[in-house]
């Protein structure tokens, strides 16, 4: 069967390969994959930033964002043949460390956690691949290809879930949100403000393209100058220490900064820390980061995307690629574009 892999580390090692169907365990679920979103991590994994394939393998199956149609399943588990399922990516680390034995592993403290398509795994960019009955998510058919969302917004669930739980160190009424990038990762994190009730503000340099529209039919207003703050909440989405710097300046109380952004280093960018801890210490600011999703955070994604614009949703899939000629495509990063997908089914 087909798949999508590279050799871990070696940029330039990525092909599409054919490799020997999986066979299911009896704890696991024979998937047809349907779809594969494609985010920076790709990009970064292809280019030897980091990856690891699964011990004893040289390659690496890419694919971390999924849908797939289960074929089989073990019987008299949740799920049947022609379920519509999503695999989670993280799994615990087989100490397993405390929170990896309570279920939050995306909170795993040594490191020795795997993820699917990215570290010691292999992912779901394959036309069959096996997944555990506990690691895959339900999702409802009437969503359709936006369904292959739910991995991305399942960290965005998380973050908006930690941010409610930190500022419920005291009254919480917050009333504006700040969203930096309207990529999938901005656009999602908006959604969810929006949902919760928010004035939102999104923040991108792009001034054409579709991320402006997506942004008002949510509600929420969309500029590409900077501001002054004002906020509750600001949902730092870009990962340019630049824009990082901007946030942390803001001076607004009990202001809560989450980064879900990952820089590329090195940065030439400096922070003078003493003005910085004066906000933070006098007006009881919290800074914090956040990554991955835990199964609680898949179910909380699967209920805001149900929830959302279906065809608000498809449209942040803009562009559709086949695993045909020019496949290599889908990995290229392309102006204005927001979410691409790779195709598996004929
Ligand atoms: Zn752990």
Redesign the pocket.
């Given at each position: 069967m087909r798949a999508v892999t590279i050799a871990p580390r070696a940029p330039g090692s990525l092909r599409l390969d054919d490799i020997p169907a999986p066979r299911r365990a009896a704890d696991q679920l024979l998937v047809q994959a349907m779809a594969v979103g494609v985010c920076g991590t790709d990009r970064e994994l292809i280019e030897g930033h980091y990856g690891e394939a699964p011990p004893g393998e040289k390659r690496l199956v890419l694919g971390h964002e999924s849908l797939g149609r289960v074929l089989e399943a073990p019987p008299g588990g949740e799920f049947s043949a022609g379920d519509l399922m999503v695999g989670i990516v993280r799994h615990?680390?087989p100490?397993?460390?405390?929170?990896?034995?309570v279920g939050e592993?995306d909170?795993?403290?040594?490191?020795?956690?795997t993820e699917r398509g990215i570290k010691q795994a292999h992912g779901f960019c394959s036309e069959v691949f096996c997944v555990e009955n506990s690691m895959a998510v339900k999702v409802e058919k009437g969503l359709g290809l936006a369904a292959v969302l739910l991995e991305p917004a399942s960290v965005l669930a998380k973050a908006w879930e930690h941010i409610e739980r930190i500022g419920k160190r005291a009254r919480w009424e917050p009333r504006r949100a700040l969203v930096t990038g309207a990529g999938p990762v901005g656009l999602l994190a908006a959604l969810m403000g929006a949902q919760r009730g928010l004035e939102v503000h999104v923040q991108d340099h792009n001034e054409t393209g579709p991320k402006p529209s997506l942004v008002r039919e949510l509600g929420a207003k969309y500029f590409s100058r900077r501001t002054q703050g004002g906020y509750d909440v600001v949902m730092e989405c870009t990962g340019v220490p630049e824009i990082i710097k901007y946030v942390l300046g803001f001076q607004d109380p009990n202001l809560i900064v989450c980064l879900t952004g990952l820089s590329p280093a090195p940065s030439e960018v400096k922070l003078d820390v003493a003005p910085w801890n004066q906000a933070m210490v006098l007006g009881n600011q919290v800074v914090f980061g956040t990554v991955n999703a835990n199964r609680r955070h898949y179910e909380q994604a699967a209920q805001a995307l149900a929830r959302a614009d279906k065809g608000w949703l498809e449209r942040l899939i803009t562009r559709k690629i086949r695993l045909g000629d020019k496949w290599e495509q889908a990995y290229e990063k392309v102006r204005g574009d927001v979410k691409t997908v790779i195709l598996l089914e004929d």
């Open positions: 615990p680390d100490v397993p460390c405390g929170n990896c034995a592993w909170m795993c403290r040594n490191g020795r956690y």
